[in-house]
């Protein structure tokens, strides 16, 4: 059973206009979630988290937005750019170390 | 955050041997994981690595087949034993860091197996 979930494998977007990347998870006991960046032949970079005491946290051209009655949470990244072409992936746990990761979108920036 | 390297980076292996996975810190660092993601799959937690004592593994890896050591605060080898090509995988490890229940991750660059 997949408990965090990205349902688009991948996403096409032109530079400039807004990236949507979305992940759903079915734990509600999650209060803890990760945003990765992973460029091919790289380890996934951190990005951003969200605490479910929070419904949005914004971080430069990145903002992740938690709606908790919905099990939802998104990416936005605003104006998207060639560079953040990458897979991305969203993280949960429910207040411990370990994270379970959704599978990821690729998301594609056209010039 | 910390700088994490893993060694080797990639590696072809014959089905039936065995590799190991390095992965240093350039500082001390309290917990420490391996994770395996598999073609078009998540990340996907092997156990995590304890200082002076033994592994603790997920459900689904074992010992025998992944044995790990942590010998200090900053060092950390993943063996993936008796490969076969469902081995075939990137291997990486990770760093917590973080207070209180928020814990972020950081990660290595991986090391991309292939088992033929």
Not at chain 2, 62 to 74: E, G, M, Q
Request: one cysteine or more; proline letters at 5%.
């Amino acid at each position: 059973d997949q408990q965090v979930k990205q349902n688009s494998p991948s996403l096409s977007v032109q530079e400039g206009r807004i990236s949507i990347l979305n992940c759903d998870y079915t734990n509600s006991m999650f209060d803890y979630f990760l945003w990765y960046k992973k460029y091919p032949a790289e380890g996934p970079t951190f990005l951003i988290s969200i605490s479910s005491i929070k419904d949005k946290n914004e971080d430069g051209r990145f903002t992740v937005f938690l709606n908790k009655s919905a099990k939802h949470l998104s990416l936005h990244i605003v104006p998207s750019q060639p560079g953040d072409s990458a897979v991305y992936f969203c993280a949960a746990s429910s207040g411990t170390y370990k994270y379970i990761f959704g599978t990821g979108t690729r998301l594609k920036v056209l010039a | 955050s910390a700088v994490i390297s893993q060694k080797p980076s990639r590696d072809i292996c014959q089905r039936g041997t065995s590799l190991t996975i390095q992965c240093q810190v350039d500082s001390q660092v309290t917990m420490m994981f391996w994770y395996r993601q598999q073609p078009g799959q998540s990340l996907t937690l092997i156990a995590t690595a304890n200082q002076g004592s033994e592994a603790t593994y997920e459900s689904g890896f074992v010992i025998d087949k992944f044995p790990i050591s942590r010998p200090n605060l900053t060092f950390s080898t993943l063996t993936v034993s008796n490969m076969s090509p469902e081995d075939s995988s990137i291997y990486l490890c990770s760093v917590a860091s973080g207070q209180g229940l928020s814990y972020e991750q950081y990660f290595g660059p991986g090391t991309r197996l292939t088992v033929t």
